[in-house]
């Protein structure tokens, strides 16, 4: 399966600023979903944005999708050093449920 | 929301035993559930789609010898590593799909990390 790329690798910033992280894919898609990772846990599903929305917000999470770039981004507003953790785009590749996994940005708020 | 729930959280075994991961949706039933393997700082790779009451589907270059997975009932998938070897030291994340009001949704278990001594 083909993996997404994400940017940056690594994101470090202060609390209160706001943290930008972008997602790039490489097939159709139905969807495409935002989880965050604390270390060694499981997944939190945030954030579906579906192929034929633009943008949709929830909370201080804002989720922007351009299928003609075949890119994503989601941006956490006001961060709080609560945030930190590892943050995954995952892409529905129209194969029976299959979610394509980007490879992570890591976020390291500052408080 | 729907949980999922995986069993053990951690487990360590010597080289050459099988370990079998339980993967469970609490309160719902799911049809297909999907097995992932997170090594450190990397991304989820998926392993294997596991759907009920027929042969789970892997993805290349996972040997279905070596992960045999079992989705015997519409609550539970159980990955068993067979003979297992240090480099299957990893964490390992079931979820499951659920199909409600003409969408889906997969809701991912807390992991299973494996150490093979």
């Known amino acids: 399966s083909q993996q997404g790329e994400e940017d940056p690798q690594a994101l470090s910033i202060q609390e209160g600023e706001n943290a930008t992280m972008n997602c790039s894919y490489k097939?159709?898609?139905?969807?495409l979903q935002w989880y965050r990772q604390n270390s060694g846990r499981g997944l939190v599903h945030l954030i579906l944005?579906?192929?034929?929305?633009r943008e949709k917000h929830s909370g201080r999470l804002r989720v922007t999708l351009d299928t003609s770039k075949k890119s994503s981004s989601l941006l956490i507003t006001a961060s709080r050093a609560a945030d930190t953790a590892s943050y995954f785009c995952?892409?529905?590749?129209?194969?029976?449920?299959?979610?394509?996994f980007g490879q992570g940005t890591e976020l390291s708020v500052k408080p | 929301g729907a949980v999922v729930s995986q069993h053990p959280s951690r487990v360590i075994c010597k080289s050459g035993t099988s370990v079998k991961i339980e993967c469970r949706s609490l309160d719902f039933q799911a049809t297909t559930m999907f097995w992932y393997r997170q090594f450190p700082k990397k991304s989820l790779m998926l392993m294997a789609t596991s759907n009920e009451g027929s042969k789970a589907t892997y993805e290349q270059g996972v040997e279905k010898d070596k992960f045999l997975i079992n989705h015997a009932s519409l609550t539970l998938s159980t990955l068993t590593v067979t003979s297992a070897h240090p480099e299957d030291s990893s964490f390992y994340i079931c979820s499951a799909r659920l199909l409600a009001g003409g969408g889906e949704t997969q809701y991912f278990g807390p992991g299973t990390r494996l150490l093979v001594l």
């Open positions: 944005i579906r192929s034929n929305e």
């Open positions: 097939t159709s898609i139905n969807n």
């Open positions: 995952a892409t529905d590749a129209k194969q029976g449920g299959k979610l394509i």
